[in-house]
């Protein structure tokens, strides 16, 4: 094997697939990194959950695969200070050759390293990169960090022909954000672990290419950008039925600054301790919006806001970092809480932003 290439095209490879690398002491080359050269330059990385396939630019001079570890081949990248390197196999392993520097390092065996499923010819939906990208970020907060109920620990995409929802809940609240815009043909619904969700969003946020090509082929996504192949497994199991927890009415409403419900809540966090609660008092006719937060130990705090408000008179607690972690998501400058009374959840909904939805059950005092 012969190739050269530029540092920077290889090294942003590498990066890449060094974050899916697996880590078995049972299976090394889960480690390495394989570099395939045929008629292109390819590198290949899997942890057997998920698997990464990049194509670079360069001149190849002579075929051959090789498999090297992740860490050591993306730390020797990174002390090169020249441009222009090339890489070759010398007695089985990988020498690295760039101006003033040369590196040998030592490959595993290739042939154990497991192979990526062929997706040719499968076709999915064609999204823009950045929408898809932030509709993974509006929704991953809400999976809940535990695996223990496989669904509530991933990210539901619902793939249709004229775009994409995704959902995430942890059974305390729930996001959801759909996106329009799609090309293509195909339907799925798919749970991606929560792992490999914010792997394929940190892979979106990093990629120059305007659109993303999503399907599901045999248990497993598969999302394309440019050079780029991700693929994921999915979790078989059932994501709850959401759309029948969503309350059909509202007792009390408030529309207010998203940047004063932000703020107010940033004070409560002061003042709630360690439970992190805040107490909502919604009074419509007296024309107040109010919180208020309390511990023994920091002291008590109590805002009023300005907010246009209708309905019933309510007073209802939540934990503050569940409200809070939504606003991001929100793109409008002002926010529409509706309440379905006591003991019922809250739905926050940007005032101009209909394509977001967030879920949030109260505490119980």
């Known amino acids: 094997m012969k190739l050269s290439t530029t540092k920077n095209q290889i090294l942003n490879a590498v990066v890449l697939a060094e974050r899916i690398a697996g880590r078995k002491e049972s299976l090394p080359v889960l480690s390495c990194i394989l570099i395939d050269v045929s008629k292109e330059i390819v590198l290949r990385a899997t942890n057997l959950e ?33 441009e222009k390197l090339s890489l070759r196999s010398e007695e089985g392993n990988l020498l690295v050759e760039s101006k003033g520097t040369k590196t040998l390092i030592k490959a595993m065996p290739h042939a154990e390293f497991p192979a990526l499923p062929d997706t040719a010819g499968k076709k999915g939906i064609t999204l823009p990169t950045e929408k898809f990208l932030n509709a993974l970020q509006s929704v991953v907060y809400a999976a809940s960090p535990s695996m223990i109920r496989p669904e509530l620990g991933s990210v539901y995409v619902s793939v249709r022909s004229n775009g994409v929802t995704c959902v995430a809940t942890d059974s305390f609240r729930l996001a959801e954000k759909t996106i329009q815009g799609s090309s ?57 039925n959401y759309k029948d927890i969503i309350p059909k009415d509202t007792s009390t409403e408030a529309t207010l600054l998203k940047n004063d419900l932000a703020e107010m809540l940033k004070k409560a966090r002061v003042f709630a301790g360690q439970e992190q609660h805040v107490g909502f008092h919604i009074y419509p006719k007296k024309k107040i919006f ?10 008590e705090m109590s805002d009023s806001i300005d907010a246009a408000l209708e309905g019933e008179d309510i007073d209802i607690n939540f934990h503050i970092g569940y409200i809070a972690e939504c606003l991001t998501s929100i793109q409008s400058d002002s926010v529409t809480l509706s309440f379905a009374g006591q003991g019922r959840p809250l739905v926050v909904k940007g005032v101009s932003d209909p394509s977001f939805l967030y879920l949030v059950m109260p505490l119980n005092r």
Request: proline share 3%.
């Open 50 to 82: 998920a698997g990464i396939e990049i194509t670079i630019a360069g001149d190849v001079e002579e075929k051959g695969v090789i498999a090297v570890p992740a860490n050591i081949f993306s730390q020797t990248l990174r002390s090169i200070g020249s």
């Open 290 to 299: 109010s919180a208020t937060a309390r511990s023994a130990d920091v002291g």
């Open 184 to 240: 293509g043909k195909g339907e799925a619904d798919i749970l991606i672990p929560l792992k490999h969700a914010g792997e394929l969003a940190y892979i979106l946020e990093r990629s120059d290419v305007e659109t993303v090509e999503v399907g599901a082929e045999d248990a497993q996504l598969v999302a394309t950008l440019g050079n780029v192949r991700y693929i994921s497994r999915v979790i078989d199991a059932q994501f709850p």
